[in-house]
């Protein structure tokens, strides 16, 4: 049997909708109610968890997860306990750290406007060194993350061997597990990041393979039907911790 790994984004959480906030009224700061690790999900975010609990409890017995694994962030956790409790599963839960959401450093809690104002130097080194592996001061890069992620990755395989695992963490981390199982390269994580960027609460499946060159394959990737069935918005906002830096372009 293979090892698979149902991965989902948090829901929608008041960070989220600070920072869209923030960016709609073009401010430099994200007024967020609480440090990152312990935002909260918006009450649509409650929501949409619940949705994923009945996608969840919809499964057939073979397909459901056994295991959980989460990120130590609220918003997470709070997506992982209340889907949990809609479909009635009692999980096994482990929280591992290497799941939180990307550091920002000193551009945490900043917008784009917010970090082309107060540092100039930093938009310009983000636009040369690219989205990908730019690290702000005290912060991480993709890369960074991507190696925890790979880190958990090769755990999961390892002691979770024939289960089905439900992950629950944040849109960057959750991109970057199907960029390591895919293979994907700089430009096509970046291009995906653009185009199809994972929404609140929606999931991607993965499964490993002894046949794919990265030993994993990415069977579903962000879907959001259990949402719509369910009546409920379709969410796809920016995070507080993980704001959309300014492009290149911008940075001319």
Known sequence: MATRIILVRHGQSEGNVAAERALAEELESIDVPARDPDIQLSQLGREQAQALGQWLADLPRDEAPDLLWTSPYRRARQTAEIAGSQAALQLEA???????????????????????????????????????????????????????VRAV??????????????????????????????GMDEEQVVERSTTNGLRNAAICRLRT??????????????????????????TDQPGASDEVGPTAQEAK
Request: aromatic share 10%; charged share 35%; net charge negative.
């Open 209 to 234: 393979c002894d046949e794919a060159p990265t030993g994993w394959v990415v069977d579903d990737y962000n879907i959001d039907e259990h949402l719509r069935r369910a009546g409920i918005a379709v």
């Open 153 to 182: 990755m090769t755990d999961i395989r390892t002691q979770a061997e024939d289960r089905c695992v439900l992950v629950t963490a944040h849109d960057v981390v959750n991109l970057l597990f199907c960029y390591v199982a895919e």
């Open 94 to 148: 482990r929280v591992d750290e290497r799941l939180r959401d990307r550091d920002m450093g000193i551009t945490d809690m900043l917008t784009a406007e917010g970090i082309r104002a107060r540092y100039p130097e930093e938009t310009e080194r983000r636009a040369w060194i690219g989205k990908f592996y730019y690290r702000p001061p005290g912060g991480e890069s993709w890369a960074d993350v991507a190696m925890r």
